[in-house]
C-alpha cells in the first residue's frame, strides 16, 4: 500500500493501470464517447491497439487472447450500441470463466437518465454476464476501481468486468494513487479436507476425474498428470476443455461434450466416486444433469465457493486452487485397486476415436485426420459452434496444453476472431480455426482485420449451405419440415480474397492436403473452404437415417 501519487487525466490513469498489469494489447471499435483513452494509448507505445470491424468481433478476440493467456483480455468500446455488439464476448467470457475487462465510453455524467445520445444504464445491462460492472464518477476513483477490476476478473473463478466510463470524466486530471499489480491468490486445502479426499477415495472401486477449465487458469496440467498418474486415475474432459490433459496419455478417457458417444459416456455411468476438478459441472459436461446420479460419491474442488455444490451437493467440497489441491493430495496414502477399470474405459475412448480413414468416410473427417498428420503437437485450435464441431472434437487429439480455445457458451462467429487472439497472444504457434458457413458469415469482417495487422491464421470453413445443427434438430423434431435453416451461396475463397487474405476453396480430401500445405507455408491469413454434403449432417447420421428413425 505504499506509494507516491501523481498527477494524471483519468483517461491517462486507465492506461497506466494497463501497463501495471503488463497488458500488451487491447482490442477495440473507437468511438468519440472515450477519445481521451485512445490519446492516452496513442501516448503508450507499449500497448498495441487492434481496431476491429464489429465490437462483437473485437470481444471475441479479446476472449480468445484471454483464455490463451490466462490473462485479462481487454476490450474497449462506445456507449450503449457498442456495448449492445460486443454482449456476447462477455457473455462467453461469463460462461467461460475468461478474465476479461471491458471499457465503455458512457454519455456526460450531467446528461445521465436523461436516455442521451445512446444511453444505456451499462452497469445493470452487463450485471447479469459479468462478475462486476460499475459506473465511475469520480476521476480519482480511477486506479483503484480500475485495479479492483483486474483483481476482480483473475481473482477466484476468473471472469469478465465491465467500466462505464462518462465522457466528461476522461479528461479530467487528478492526483491519482497506484497500488501494487495484482496477484492471483491461491488458496489451499487444509489438512482435515485432504484426509477427509483419502478416506473418500479409499471406498472407490472406480473412480473418474472430470477436469475443467480451472485446472488450465490454474495451470495445473502437469499436476493432473502427476496426480493422476500416482493414483491411476483416468480422467475426463469437462465440456471444450480438450487440453486440460494429454489425449494419447493412457488415463485418458475421453471428452463431455455435445454428442458425446455413448460408449464413452457409459464410463462416467460406472464410475463411483468423481472427483470434479475446476468445474461447474455445466448443463453440456453433465449430458442435461443426468449422468452423475445420486449414487455417486463426489469430491468437488474449485477455487469459487459458489461453483462447489452448485448443482450436486457434494459428498466432499474443497475451496481451493486446482495446482494447490493437486500438490495437496499427492500426500494420500492409498493403493489402487483398479487396474482392470481404467483398461476397459480408456479402450472404450480409443475404439470410438480411431483416426483411421477409408474411402468410404465423409470428408470432414478426411480434413481432421490430415490437420492432425500436418500440425505441429502443440498448434492452437479454436472453433465455432456447429455440427461440423463434431468431427473435430471426436477426433482431433489435443496432446499439449495450451492448444485448444473454444466456446463453452457455443457461441457462433467465436473461431477466427478468437483465433486471432489468440495468434497475438503465441505469435509462434500455429493457430487454425475451424467454423460453418453459417458462424463465420457472423464475423466474417475481422479477416480484415487480421489482413491489416499481419495476423496469420488458418480458417477452415466447413459449407454445407445451411445452418446444419439446427436443421438437425429440425429433422429430429419435425421431419421433413426444413424452415429458416437454409442458406445461399457464398463463396468464401472469393470473399477472403476479397480483403486481401488468401483464399481457397477444395471438394476433395487429396484437393485439401495440398491447400493445406500451400497455407501452412504462406505466413498469411488465409481461408480454406470445404465443400461439404448436406446429407452428412453430423457425426452419428446422415438426413435420411434421422428421417428414418
Ligand atoms: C450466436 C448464435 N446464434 C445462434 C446459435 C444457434 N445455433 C447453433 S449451431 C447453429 C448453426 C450452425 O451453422 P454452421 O455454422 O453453418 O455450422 P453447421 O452446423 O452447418 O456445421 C445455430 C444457428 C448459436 N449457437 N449462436
Ligand atoms: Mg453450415
Same mark, same amino acid.
Given at each position: 500500500m505504499t506509494g507516491k501519487t501523481k498527477r494524471m487525466t483519468a483517461a491517462q490513469a486507465i492506461v497506466a493501470c494497463m501497463k501495471r498489469e503488463s497488458v500488451q494489447q487491447v482490442f477495440c471499435v473507437p468511438g468519440e464517447s472515450y477519445l481521451p483513452v485512445l490519446n492516452a494509448l496513442y501516448d503508450e507505445p507499449s500497448i498495441r491497439v487492434i481496431s476491429a470491424r464489429h465490437e462483437g468481433g473485437a470481444a471475441f478476440m479479446a476472449e480468445g487472447y484471454g483464455k490463451a493467456t490466462l490473462k485479462p483480455g481487454i476490450v474497449l468500446a462506445t456507449r450503449g450500441v457498442g456495448a449492445a455488439n460486443l454482449s456476447i464476448g462477455v457473455h462467453t467470457a461469463f460462461q467461460d470463466s475468461t478474465p476479461m475487462i471491458v471499457f465503455l465510453g458512457q454519455v456526460h455524467r450531467k446528461f445521465r437518465g436523461r436516455e442521451g445520445f445512446q444511453e444505456v444504464d451499462l452497469d445493470h445491462y452487463f450485471q447479469p454476464i459479468s462478475k462486476w460492472a460499475v459506473e465511475v464518477y469520480d476521476p480519482e476513483r480511477i486506479p483503484e476501481i480500475v485495479q479492483r477490476a483486474f483483481?476482480?476478473?483473475?481473482?477466484?473463478?476468473?471472469?469478465?468486468?465491465? @467500466?462505464?466510463?462518462?465522457?466528461? !470524466?476522461?479528461?479530467?486530471? #487528478? =492526483?491519482?494513487?497506484?497500488?501494487?499489480?495484482?496477484?492471483?491468490?491461491?488458496?489451499?486445502?487444509?489438512?482435515?479436507?485432504?484426509?477427509?479426499?483419502?478416506?473418500?477415495?479409499?471406498?472407490?472401486?472406480?473412480?473418474? @476425474?472430470?477436469?475443467?477449465?480451472? !485446472?488450465?487458469?490454474?495451470? #495445473? =496440467?502437469e499436476g493432473l498428470i502427476r496426480f493422476a498418474e500416482k493414483f491411476h486415475i483416468p480422467v475426463m474432459a469437462a465440456f471444450r476443455r480438450h487440453d486440460v490433459f494429454p489425449n494419447d496419455h493412457p488415463l485418458y478417457a475421453g471428452h463431455l461434450g455435445l454428442g458425446t458417444n455413448k460408449n464413452v459416456l457409459q464410463t462416467v455411468k460406472e464410475a463411483d466416486v468423481i472427483i470434479a476438478l475446476g468445474t461447474r459441472l455445466s448443463e453440456v459436461t453433465t449430458q442435461d444433469y443426468a449422468i452423475l446420479t445420486p449414487d455417486k460419491q463426489l469430491i468437488h474442488i474449485d477455487i469459487a465457493f459458489d461453483t462447489v455444490g452448485k448443482v450436486y451437493a457434494p459428498d466432499l467440497g474443497i475451496v481451493a486452487d486446482v495446482q494447490e489441491a493437486l500438490q495437496a493430495m499427492l500426500m494420500i496414502d492409498i493403493q489402487e485397486t483398479w487396474a482392470d477399470w481404467v483398461t476397459v474405459r480408456r479402450q472404450a475412448y480409443v475404439n470410438i476415436s480411431s483416426l483411421e480413414v477409408t474411402e468410404t468416410d465423409v470428408i470432414n473427417k478426411h480434413v481432421i485426420a490430415m490437420i492432425v498428420d500436418k500440425l505441429p503437437k502443440d498448434a492452437l485450435i479454436t472453433n465455432d459452434a456447429g455440427n461440423f464441431a463434431g468431427w473435430l472434437h471426436g477426433f482431433y487429439p489435443f496432446r499439449e496444453k495450451h492448444t485448444y480455445v473454444g466456446p463453452t457458451s457455443g457461441a457462433m462467429g467465436y473461431g477466427m476472431p478468437a483465433a486471432l487472439g489468440a495468434k497475438l497472444a503465441f505469435p509462434d504457434k500455429t493457430v487454425v480455426s475451424l467454423s460453418g458457413d453459417g458462424g463465420f458469415m457472423m464475423t466474417v469482417q475481422e479477416l480484415e482485420t487480421a489482413v491489416r495487422y499481419a495476423i496469420p491464421v488458418i480458417c477452415l470453413v466447413f459449407n454445407n449451405n445451411m445452418y446444419g445443427t439446427i436443421r438437425m434438430h429440425q429433422e429430429m423434431h419435425y421431419p421433413e419440415k426444413v424452415m429458416a435453416t437454409d442458406l445461399g451461396a457464398v463463396s468464401f475463397a472469393d470473399l477472403a480474397k476479397s480483403v486481401g487474405a488468401a483464399g481457397y476453396v477444395v471438394e476433395s480430401a487429396e484437393a485439401f492436403a495440398t491447400t493445406f500445405d500451400q497455407a501452412l507455408a504462406k505466413e498469411e491469413p488465409a481461408v480454406i473452404e470445404i465443400l461439404t454434403e448436406k446429407e452428412n449432417i453430423s457425426v452419428g447420421s446422415t438426413i435420411e437415417e434421422i428421417r428414418d428413425r
Open positions: 483483481r476482480v476478473a483473475q481473482s477466484g473463478r476468473p471472469g469478465p468486468v465491465v @467500466i462505464s466510463l462518462p465522457e466528461d !470524466v476522461l479528461p479530467i486530471e #487528478a =492526483e491519482m494513487y497506484f497500488g501494487p499489480p495484482v496477484k492471483k491468490p491461491k488458496p489451499a486445502p487444509s489438512s482435515t479436507e485432504v484426509q477427509d479426499a483419502e478416506k473418500l477415495l479409499r471406498t472407490a472401486q472406480s473412480p473418474l @476425474i472430470v477436469a475443467g477449465g480451472g !485446472v488450465k487458469s490454474s495451470q #495445473a =496440467e
